[in-house]
């Protein structure tokens, strides 16, 4: 079975970057839309993006203009990055595929603080 790990979150002032990866150990990568998607204490999960494997790229509202999702197929992995980072982007971060989703692993810790 496919398996998505993700890394890269970690604690950051407002206004500051973070690079999220996502790896797959599938071999069906290539040919999927994959998404990142988060989740704050207390919230429901939301989408964040999705790039298909065209590269079509697709963003909520809220983060459009300051994350960028992008894919390396050679290498299983898709990015998040993440820039002008808000204290209101403090989620879990998850990658899984865009549209019918696998298992969801234990996604990466992004706290911004004010």
């Known amino acids: 079975q496919v398996q998505l790990v993700e890394s890269g979150g970690g604690v950051v002032q407002a206004g500051g970057s973070l690079r999220l990866s996502c790896a797959a150990s599938?071999?069906?990568?290539?040919?999927?839309?994959m998404g990142w998607y988060r989740q704050a204490p207390g919230k429901q999960r939301e989408l964040v993006a999705t790039i298909s494997s065209g590269g079509s790229t697709n963003y909520a509202n809220s983060v459009k203009g300051r994350f960028t999702i992008a894919r390396d197929n050679a290498k299983n992995t898709v990015y998040l990055q993440m820039n002008s980072l808000k204290p209101e982007d403090t989620a879990v971060y998850y990658c899984?595929?865009?549209?019918?989703?696998?298992?969801w692993g234990q996604g990466t810790q992004v706290t911004v603080s004010s």
């Open positions: 599938g071999s069906i990568f290539s040919i999927v839309t």
């Open positions: 899984n595929f865009g549209i019918l989703h696998g298992s």
